[in-house]
Each structure stands twice: as C-alpha cells, then as structure tokens.
C-alpha cells in the first residue's frame, strides 16, 4: 500500500480535441467516468417468517451481541447495526460466508469486521454462534424456501420486499442427513437461534437487502498525482476521474489527461507476466497496446453519457490461468486493486459525467450583486419565493439569514441587497443573548429562558408564500438558543456543531428583512431525535400542505470547543453519548397552517420515511463507511412527483445534487441513477476570474412566472479551498464564506430533469 499526494481540487475538463488527434477522427469521443469497483458482498438482514409472540408480536432478526465470541446468535426486535450482515462468496458453489457488518465494541479485536457466523461441526451440537475466522464451520447455503408462507405482521416494520430462505450449515461434518443443519427459532418461547433438522416455518427467515449500508469505505478507482500508482479512494473527485476510449466491440483503452497543457495522456496497463496482478499508468507514447486494452462486459444499464453501467472489467489479453478481472483486493479496510482470477470477487460500476468538458464560451455567474467591497457574498442554501412583483432569495448561515430582491428570475445583472435578518429583527425588540455557559454545555442546566430563535446560526432557511400578504419562513437553530460564547466574536478557532430544531417566523406585512416578527413560541415536534432536525421544505398538493426535512443521522450533538475540527462526525459516539450513522433519512408529513393564527398542526399518522440513502455511488458521508442526503425539496411536473436532495459532504467534490421521482407523493421514489448536480457537470464562474467550483447542492426550486419553466438555484464552492480552512479576510470557516449561489434553468429528458451547458444563469 503506498501513501497518496493528492489534489483536492475540481475535476478538471476532458479535451477531446488532442484525444481525437492521438486515437483518429473516426473513433466515438471518449468518455469521461468515475469508476467504482463494488466487493461482491451483500449487506442484508434475516427476518423471522413468524413473528416472536413473547417479545410484543414484533418479527424478529437474527442478531449478535457487539460480536462477543462464543455467545449464541438471537433473535431482535428492531433491525440495525447488530442485526446486519454481509454475505461473501464461498470455495463451495452458492456457498457464502456470513459476517456481522458492524464495527465490533468488545473482545481482543475491537473495532475489527472479522466476526463470522459459526456452527459446531459435531452433528449433535445446536449452537449458532460467531467465530474470528472463517472456515469450513462456517460456510452455509443460503436455500430457496419458497414453500413457506410468510406469516409475520409487517405493520411495525418499514421492510415489505425480501426472499424467503433458510439458511442451511454445509461443512463435511453436516453432511449427514440426520444432523441438524438449518438455523432455526421457537417463536413461540425462545429467542436464542440453534440448529434445526429441516426447512420449516421455524427456520424460514425472509432475506432483506440491506441497499443504503455501504460496508466498504474504499471504492473509488484512483491515482495518484505522479500518475503512476492506482489503488482505491472514499470519494470521486479529481484524482477518481477517467476516460473510456473506444476501441470496439466493447473494448476500451482506460485513460488520464494531466499536465499544464492537458495534452500528457496516461492508459491503465497490466503486466503480461502472469505472476504479475498490478494495475498501473502509463504513458501512451510509452504503452504496449496490447497491455492497454479492456472489455467491459455490460450486465446493467448503459455505457453512454449521464448514465451508468454496471458489469465486469477484463484485461483481455492476459494469459490463460491467470488474473484478468479488476477487482478490490482484501477486504473493505484495504484500498489495493489488482487483477482476480474470480470473476465472483468484485464488480464495476461506471458512471459517466454528464458534460465532458466546456468551452471558454460556457460559465455560470453568482446569483447575488457584488458589494462595495468588491466582493461576491456567500449565500449558503438558497432559496427563492415569488411575490408576484419580485423574486427574493434568502441565504442562511452561520452568521444570520439574508434577504436579496430581484424583478426577474434568472437576472444575469444579480439580486439586490434588501438586508440581514437578524434576531431583533424578528421579534420587534432585542431577545438578547442566551445567558453565557460554562464550555462545553451542561444538559442539566435550565434552558427554558432562552429561545430557539435566539442565534444568528441559522441553517437552510425557506420563505413559504400562503397569502399575498402572509408568509411563513422556516429555519433550524441551535437547540434552547445555544449561542457561542462572546469570545467566538474574535477567535475564528470556534466552530459551533449543535443539535438544531426547525422553527417559524410568520410575516403579515408581505416580504422584507423588517416584516417577519412573529416567532414561533417552540420548535416544530418532528420526533426531537437525539442529534436534531434540519432543512425544512414546504409542498403543496391538492389544497394540502406537506412538510419535509432531514433527520440527522449522521450528525451528534457537539458542544462548542476550541478543540473541535470540521468533520469530527465520524469520531462522535464517545463522550456525545450517540453514535453518527451510516445511513440518513429524509421525511415527510402532512400539515395545517392558519397564518391569521400563526397556527402550524402536525397531521397525526401522516409521518413517513420518504427515502433513506445509499442509491448513488457518490454519496459520501461524514462517517466512514456511509452515505448522507439533506435539503429535501419536492416538486410536481406533469406525472411525476420530484424530489430533490443534496448528498455528499457540502464543501467537498462529492457534494451533489440528487433527484428520485414517483408517480405517488409518499412514493416509494426511484432516484436517478446519476446525479442532477455534480461538480463535473458545473463550468467555471465568470464572475470572479473564471474560478473553477465544486459541490454544488442544497438547491430550491421555482417555477418562472410567465413561462412556467423551471429554475434550479444551488450552491457551489471555490475548488482551492478546504473546508477546515478560515476565509483570510472573516473570522468564518471557508466553508461559509465561500459557497455562493449559481442558478440554471432545467429542461426534461426522458422523464428527468436536466441543466444543459448553455442554460447555468451566466
């Protein structure tokens, strides 16, 4: 394994012109791609086919205990992080090793993934339990048991789909007819899991795929800056980015531009010596052609522009015998890739960007006027809301919401200034600062005289239009009106990560940074999860009112401290008390709203998980191993309803813009299989010396008022900087102060929304 010099930048554009030069006019342009080589694993559940009747009729899963050794599986009522697993191919055909996906809190090897469910060989002994090795007790055959009827009640559990098997203990030593060989359950008494002698309604469980749990956090095909080395890398961004050029029948060179003049270009190449298994680069001017030369063999989806593929990769001119399959080599904490004489081992996902490569003519402008100091200002999660006069489109951040006003949509001149909305503003009178702490906060200490508005960090606000004079806007803020301490005015080493709830400001006197002083007295009762609620969205559909927003999963209650780091997420079960998740989920719920009594009820029994992550392979998260979606935003076109939400870590090359549809509002939706926005899509900002972007996300919504057409407005980041950096000219983290706001007008293809290269507001 080698250590990587890598640039942390934007994915620079793909130049056809000296590919077509190098490779003749006649061949199909190449193809710009991220490559993903996914381990053939699968994450899944098992689910009693007969509920457990002395653990409240709950279906029940099969289950560990942190991965203690020796200790019997069992039955759980609830599935998660001890109740999945992940099967492995076996030496035996259809055989598979199961291993406990999750990271193991106790034993000699805490923290290790090497945990296998395990049997006896005896074939008088029941027990099921976990072993630290795998071998031939622990190999199993997962069987077909479709002559089960399914008797469990799903009504408590969000899982319908799932093949019913059992799953049935294969070594030698079971071979006896008469051995107990099927892990199965006594649901009427017992919870502890042990062996069965045959495939009934006692060892049936219903296997569910566990689709959002990405178990390997190293999957992106990468190289390093030397253009030397390939390995794997967490997420796709400069140094993950390909080209398939086009040979025939399937065949394709894999290749890098790099250099000042984009003109040095590098193929990934094998060795012909059949002991050899490593992938490298190599230059063109240098490569043997016949070392250069790939198939890819396409068993899902399509090999073309915006779309993805899923199949097998073959060095096709390797000897027989030896390795010829790229594949990800040792398990999930190891980033190598090599060559594998298994085609089971691993497969290839390719996704292709949507926009190669721009020409100088192309750009996009930042949405808001450049100020009298000669700068753009940032403007994080835009949103804009029409009044029938003008559009205003309000900013939310660290520092305080801000409001800008414009008489076109898509104004290329930029939105005026109308000016800051601050907690005086709100309220019609100071609600001061909350009363100053002792750091880091104590839960045990009186919150009730601070409000929940009290704070300028004010995330991912909404303007909602009810009336032509009523207006509600939406925000979350830090719980209890947990503001910095004043020393954070002028020590930009302060970062505040805090649990945030979703408040209302209602407005009677139309849209202005003076007009909304009527403050929620609470918070919105969105369930109070431990770590927050962010990102609120409003939807109207046949006269009734729908709620959105984004349970923060992969998020933890932080204090403010001096020694806290952007992005210590994945470090926070400890002291915080929770632990981050893999996975995030976004919601939905119906809702009532008087705005003459500032009035907003939750509809009882309309909550709904509307979709949880882990659909595209470029969804990156905070927590290593997972995948995060925010900002939900739905719409409604034609047939379909669209529901919009940014994934990936904001700030970074992997943030995008995703989209799912459905012919039904609670769904179940179907994403994209690539994304809306990606920082490979986006061309350069005129408006500030042609500056190249990343990640852009978090984007609202608006329809033109004439036209009807579609507007998206989003923002992005500066490539150059790094999310931990501070602004040199502010004491706000980079982050804040440079995601600006850039809009494009959306056209529809095939049923999907799509931003073409001349339609980004420049």
């Known amino acids: 394994m080698f250590s990587h010099n890598r640039k942390r930048g934007f994915l620079f554009p793909l130049y056809f012109i000296v590919i077509a030069m190098l490779f003749g006019c006649d061949k199909p342009a190449p193809l710009g791609v991220f490559i993903e080589i996914k381990r053939n694993t699968q994450s899944i559940y098992f689910q009693t086919a007969k509920p457990a009747t002395d653990i409240e009729k709950h279906v029940d899963f099969i289950s560990h205990d942190n991965c203690k050794l020796g200790k019997p599986l069992d039955l759980w009522p609830k599935a998660g992080n001890n109740q999945r697993w992940t099967a492995q191919p076996g030496p035996e ?5 199961l291993r406990a996906d999750t990271e193991c809190t106790e034993g000699p090897n805490t923290g290790s993934r090497q945990r296998w469910m395990s049997y006896i060989d005896a074939c008088d002994s029941p027990l099921v339990d976990l072993w630290s090795q795998r071998g031939a007790n622990q190999l199993f055959r997962i069987k077909p048991a479709n002559h089960i009827r399914d008797t469990a009640s799903d009504g408590e559990f969000r899982y319908q789909d799932g093949k019913m098997v059992c799953l049935e203990a294969i070594s030698p030593g079971k071979s006896n007819a008469a051995c107990h060989r099927f892990i199965g359950y006594d649901s009427g008494r017992e919870t502890q899991l042990s062996l069965n002698d045959r495939c009934d309604e006692n060892s049936a469980f219903r296997m569910i795929e566990a689709s959002s749990a990405k178990t390997c956090e190293f999957r992106a095909l990468s190289y390093d800056n030397n253009l030397t080395n390939l390995d794997l890398w967490r997420t796709f961004g400069e140094n993950q980015t390909f080209q398939m050029i086009g040979l025939s029948n399937n065949r394709y060179k894999i290749g890098v531009v790099k250099g000042a003049t984009k ?77 594998s004489k298994d085609s089971r081992q691993s497969s290839v ?32 999660d835009p949103f804009i809301v029409d009044s029938g006069d003008a559009y205003y489109l309000t900013c939310a951040s660290f520092d305080g919401i801000k409001l800008y006003r414009s008489e076109k949509l898509a104004n290329p001149t930029g939105y005026e200034p109308v000016g800051w909305m601050t907690p005086e503003k709100f309220a019609g009178k100071d609600f001061g600062r909350a009363p100053e702490h002792t750091y880091p906060y104590n839960d045990s200490v009186d919150d009730t005289n601070r409000h929940w508005a009290n704070c300028q960090q004010r995330w991912a606000s ?98 403010i401290s001096l020694n806290y780091q952007f992005g210590d997420e994945k470090d926070c079960g400890g002291s915080a008390g929770f632990t981050a998740s893999p996975e995030t989920v976004l919601f ?68 995008a813009e995703s989209v799912a549809r459905s012919r039904s509002l609670y769904g179940p939706y179907e994403p994209s299989p690539h994304p809306f926005l990606h920082t490979a899509m986006l061309p350069e900002d005129s408006s500030k010396d042609r500056t ?14 004439e036209t009807k057409d579609w507007y998206a407005v989003f923002h992005a980041s500066e490539a150059a900087l790094e999310c931990s950096s501070i602004h040199p000219d502010s004491r706000l983290p980079a982050h804040v102060e440079r995601r600006r706001a850039y809009m494009g007008k959306i056209e529809w293809q095939d049923g999907w929304p799509v931003i073409r290269p001349n339609n980004f507001i420049h």
């Open 93 to 97: 055909p259809d055989s598979v090793y």
């Open 263 to 339: 003109s040095e270009i590098f193929a990934v190449t094998y060795s012909s010596d059949p002991n050899d298994n490593t992938l490298s680069l190599v230059s063109l001017d240098e490569a043997d052609d016949l070392t250069t030369e790939f198939e890819f063999i396409v068993e899902e989806g399509e090999l073309a522009p915006a779309k993805m593929a899923g199949g097998t990769l073959i060095a096709v001119n390797r000897p027989e015998g030896s390795g010829r399959y790229v594949s990800a080599a040792g398990d999930c904490g190891d980033n190598q890739v090599a060559l």
């Open 349 to 380: 996902n390719i996704f292709s960007t949507r926009w190669a490569g721009y020409p100088d003519s192309i750009s996009v402008k930042t949405l808001v006027k450049q100020n009298g100091e000669g700068n753009f200002p940032h403007c994080p």
């Open 462 to 559: 909404e303007t909602f239009k009810l009336t032509d004079q009523e207006y509600m806007l939406m925000f979350s803020s830090p719980e209890g009106g947990r503001c910095p301490p004043k020393e954070a005015e002028s020590d930009s080493r302060y970062t505040y990560i805090g649990r945030h709830r979703i408040g209302v400001v209602f407005s009677h006197d139309g849209l202005g940074d003076s007009a909304f002083k009527h403050v929620s007295d609470v918070v919105l009762d969105l369930g109070n999860f431990h770590a927050g609620e962010i990102d609120p969205n409003i939807f109207k559909d046949n006269g009734k009112y729908y709620f959105l927003w984004k349970q923060e999963n992969n998020h933890c209650f932080y204090p």
């Open 588 to 655: 939905i719920q119906q809702i009532d709203i008087d705005p003459y009594t500032e009035s907003i009820q939750l509809v009882e029994g309309t909550r709904k998980a509307l979709l949880r992550s882990g659909h595209g392979l470029w969804e990156d998260s905070w927590v290593p191993g997972g995948s995060l979606i925010e900002g939900p935003e739905l719409i409604k076109h034609e047939d379909y309803y669209y529901l919009f939400y940014a994934s990936g870590r904001f700030c970074t090359e992997s943030y």
């Open 692 to 705: 190249r972007l990343k990640g852009p996300g978090h984007a609202g919504f608006i329809q033109e008022r």
